[in-house]
């Protein structure tokens, strides 16, 4: 089973995690409650999106960036999506097959680390949050540039390790874990950079910035709930982090206000292998 280890503290089996998309739309219940912009907006206007193109999206998930974008995107389009869940796929491709700009959309359910795609057959290759979840993140960098075209671009989406801080040490005080956002510890953003400057001639990094007044404990709690430790705590444990998650707002007077950071890193003129 694939696993993606957080320091040595816990680990998240990728294919039990997003078997459905129930965890992740739980998540994401917090970002539509409190957020003030459209990340998946923001994204686009900094991809780089042409008509006609082909266009790889390695973890594509349930497909939402595209029906947020799908009065906007150029016509033509030929979209391959990628991921190791066949039901985010199967969500997806319905998503994708509904929309106008959408030429052509096709479905693998493999790992990053092995792509099926042809050699320089890829205008635009998106991975968004999702380079936490590799087994091998060299080889699927690798991979990511062997099916770009010369001219293509690569873009990345992380969390920054300033994301959602307030709720993440509320995390730690009840588990063994960093007081940070637990994908930045699995994939530092400093390392992702670092290894695309292996492989691109062009790099530029772009910063989503918002600002969450959080109000409600239970879709916190339901938030840290979703994923490991907490998806496993005892009935103890879901007390202290209830108990924890009041304090905090009580300290705060009712409102948390915390965070959200996003890097986009493009990367472009991939390096001769």
Same mark, same amino acid.
């Given at each position: 089973?694939?696993?993606?280890?957080?320091?040595?503290?816990?680990?998240?089996?990728?294919?039990?995690?997003?078997?459905?998309?129930?965890?992740?739309?739980? $998540?994401?219940?917090?970002?539509?409650?409190? %957020?003030?912009?459209?990340? *998946? #907006?923001? =994204?686009?206007?900094? /991809?780089?999106?042409?008509?006609?193109?082909?266009?790889?999206?390695?973890?594509?998930?349930?497909?939402?960036?595209?029906?947020?974008?799908?009065?906007?995107?150029?016509?033509?389009?030929?979209?391959?999506?990628?991921?190791?869940?066949?039901?985010?796929?199967?969500?997806?491709?319905?998503?994708?097959?509904?929309?106008?700009?959408?030429? $052509?959309?096709?479905?693998?359910?493999?790992? %990053?680390?092995?792509?099926? *795609? #042809?050699? =320089?057959?890829?205008? /635009?290759?998106?991975?968004?949050?999702?380079?936490?979840?590799?087994?091998?993140?060299?080889?699927?960098?690798?991979?990511?540039?062997?099916i770009l075209k010369p001219d293509g671009r690569l873009v990345i989406s992380l969390n920054s390790t300033s994301n959602l801080k307030q709720i993440y040490e509320i995390n730690s005080r009840v588990f063994d874990v960093a007081p940070v956002d637990p994908s930045t510890v699995i994939a530092p953003p400093a390392d992702v950079a670092g290894q695309l400057q292996q492989r691109f001639n062009s790099i530029t990094l772009l910063t989503y910035k918002d600002i969450y007044e959080i109000d409600d404990a239970e879709t916190v709690f339901a938030t840290l709930t979703s994923y490991p430790p907490g998806n496993e705590a005892t009935e103890a444990q879901q007390t202290q982090l209830r108990a924890e998650i009041s304090k905090s707002l009580e300290e705060h007077h009712g409102v948390m206000s915390s965070p959200h950071e996003v890097l986009l890193l493009v990367a472009q003129e991939p390096k001769a292998v």
């Open positions: 089973m694939p696993i993606a280890k957080i320091g040595s503290l816990m680990s998240v089996d990728v294919t039990q995690q997003y078997k459905t998309s129930s965890n992740l739309r739980t $998540r994401a219940n917090l970002h539509r409650r409190y %957020a003030n912009k459209n990340w *998946f #907006e923001w =994204a686009y206007k900094h /991809m780089g999106f042409r008509e006609n193109s082909k266009i790889a999206d390695i973890g594509c998930g349930t497909g939402w960036f595209w029906t947020a974008n799908q009065h906007v995107l150029p016509n033509g389009l030929d979209v391959s999506l990628l991921d190791q869940s066949a039901q985010m796929v199967a969500e997806a491709k319905g998503t994708l097959e509904a929309l106008s700009a959408v030429q $052509r959309v096709s479905g693998y359910v493999e790992k %990053a680390e092995a792509i099926p *795609f #042809e050699d =320089a057959s890829c205008d /635009m290759v998106m991975a968004m949050h999702m380079v936490y979840h590799l087994s091998d993140p060299d080889k699927a960098m690798d991979e990511m540039q062997r």
